[in-house]
């Protein structure tokens, strides 16, 4: 019995699976990372009504705030005491430094007085890019 030679076969190309495999993988990858994204902004709130504002920027922020109706802070759908709050926003500014920014998301119904420790505390850190989301009047 002849014993196949692989000298004698034809080249028939590359391996196209681990290519298929990583094409798979990092499809997933953005997926995930794109819905983790989006669950931030899905956040049940009332927006503050704004009869001037400029038009909703696509750039990325570092964080996203929500502040509910019941004046509760929620950073990636999560409550937060002011303590965990300062530490969120220190690890931004740590990660990002002078790019950092902070978007802030807020019922309409809660006063400003549960934002301003907000702002404060930004502020004292150096975290000045800070974008309130609103909607349009009418």
Do not use: C, W
Request: avoid cysteine.
């Amino acid at each position: 019995m002849k014993i196949p030679n692989q000298q004698n076969r034809p080249f028939t190309g590359a391996n196209m699976t681990p290519m298929i495999d990583v094409v798979f993988l990092l499809i997933i990858f953005f997926l995930v990372s794109s819905h983790l994204a989006r669950q931030e902004s899905r956040l049940p709130v009332e927006l503050p009504v704004a009869s001037t504002h400029n038009p909703l920027s696509i750039d990325p922020v570092s964080v996203t705030i929500t502040v509910n109706r019941d004046r509760q802070i929620l950073v990636g759908g999560k409550i937060l005491d002011e303590a965990g709050l300062d530490a969120i926003l220190n690890d931004v500014v740590r990660r990002d430094g002078e790019s950092a920014s902070l978007r802030i998301r807020t019922d309409g119904a809660v006063p400003y007085g549960n934002i301003e420790p907000i702002l404060k505390a930004s502020s004292e850190l150096g975290l000045l890019d800070i974008k309130l989301a609103v909607k349009e009047q009418g």
